[in-house]
């Protein structure tokens, strides 16, 4: 158990719906940053948050956005769902902005029928 | 850009065999070098990682050792078990941030 905390475990949707995933990072870290997973894509960057600021981005849609709240406990917000959109969602959690020790959640898996 | 190159893509091993799995990273500057273990249906695991100060670090049955000059480092897993059958994953941070850049994955296989 890495102590990264993500709900829901599953989530099943339709496209164009808007979704919303959580995460709660481990005791003491101040940075989250969320990842999807894609068969095809493998696990790509979408964001990073550290003590409630945007860190940094990477090829995030649009359509995505995240934020860190003051309990440090984050959130992504995906709309206008897409089929391609399925995929699984982690979230990491590491002490500081850039300390490199990540530590996953156990992921949400998002299905858009 | 930056990206980090994995092989092989499968490896399928005898139970006390040993494996290999090689990473290439571009950005010169990376300087951290993690290595996690997917299982399935759970999230990636840190299993172990290196630092560029460092050649080479052993825990237990596992090591990883580093050659900054060519910009590899690889994974050594030694009398596999079945248990370490899993996908593993190689990364390195991209310059100033903590954004981790991960390699494609190997999906290792250890037949008992």
């Known amino acids: 158990d890495s102590g990264v905390t993500q709900t829901p475990k599953h989530l099943i949707t339709a496209t164009g719906q808007r979704v919303t995933l959580r995460c709660s990072p481990r005791?003491?870290?101040?940075?989250v940053y969320w990842y999807q997973q894609s068969l095809d894509q493998g696990l790509q960057f979408l964001i990073q948050?550290?003590?409630?600021?945007?860190?940094a981005k990477g090829n995030i849609l649009e359509r995505f956005s995240a934020q860190q709240f003051p309990d440090l406990h984050s959130e992504l917000n995906l709309s206008s769902l897409e089929l391609g959109d399925s995929a699984l969602y982690f979230c990491?959690?590491?002490?500081?902005?850039?300390?490199?020790?990540?530590?996953f959640g156990p992921g949400t898996r998002l299905t858009v029928l | 850009g930056e990206n980090v190159e994995q092989h092989p893509s499968t490896l399928s091993v005898q139970e006390g065999d040993s494996a290999v799995i090689k990473c290439t990273y571009s950005?010169?500057?990376?300087?951290?070098f993690p290595w996690y273990k997917q299982e399935l249906g759970k999230g990636p695991q840190l299993i172990i990682d290196?630092?560029?100060?460092?050649g080479e670090k052993k825990d237990q049955r596992i090591a990883v050792t580093l050659n900054k000059t060519a910009k590899h480092f690889s994974l050594h897993i030694t009398e596999t078990q079945p248990e370490d059958s899993a996908v593993y994953f190689c990364?390195?941070?991209?310059?100033?941030?903590?954004?981790?850049?991960f390699g494609q994955g190997t999906t290792l296989q250890v037949k008992p």
């Open positions: 950005d010169s500057a990376s300087n951290y």
């Open positions: 990364a390195a941070p991209s310059s100033n941030t903590g954004k981790l850049i």
């Open positions: 290196i630092r560029s100060n460092v």
């Open positions: 005791s003491g870290d101040l940075s």
């Open positions: 990491a959690s590491s002490l500081n902005a850039i300390a490199h020790e990540q530590f």
């Open positions: 948050y550290y003590n409630g600021e945007e860190r």
